[in-house]
Nanobody, 126 residues
């Protein structure tokens, strides 16, 4: 089992940058592929980015490709989401999630992930 705690969300102006962090505790962090999802008010939770357990593969939603970067530091048990050129439509609660690396990694699917954090609010003003 792993516990996930996100941080770094805040109010930012359009065009600005933020870095979200997700700290993991419990079972070995390198046993997990990791993902970031977001949920805007009244909308379904959607895939944002994912990274393979050893960092060798990264994946992005088309809406954030070229603006967001996912990374991880297994020594610090932390996954990051660097968000640049933020837009008002990026406003959402951002969640990190963990999926066991021994299973097929359908990174866009919420059901792939077993563990979720509590979320951190990102608000982008125009």
């Amino acid at each position: 089992q792993v516990q996930l705690v996100e941080s770094g969300g805040r109010l930012v102006q359009a065009g600005g940058s933020l870095r979200l962090s997700c700290a993991a505790s419990g079972r070995s962090f390198s046993d997990y592929n990791m993902g970031w999802f977001r949920q805007a008010a009244g909308m379904e939770r959607e895939f944002v980015a994912a990274i393979i357990w050893n960092g060798d593969g990264t994946y992005y939603a088309d809406s954030v490709k070229g603006r967001f970067t996912i990374s991880r530091d297994n020594a610090k048990n932390t996954v990051y989401l660097q968000m640049n050129s933020l837009k008002p439509e990026d406003t959402a609660v951002y969640y990190c999630a963990a999926a066991m690396k021994y299973r097929s990694f359908h990174y866009r699917l919420r059901d792939t992930y077993r563990y979720w954090g509590q979320g951190t609010q990102v608000t982008v003003s125009s």
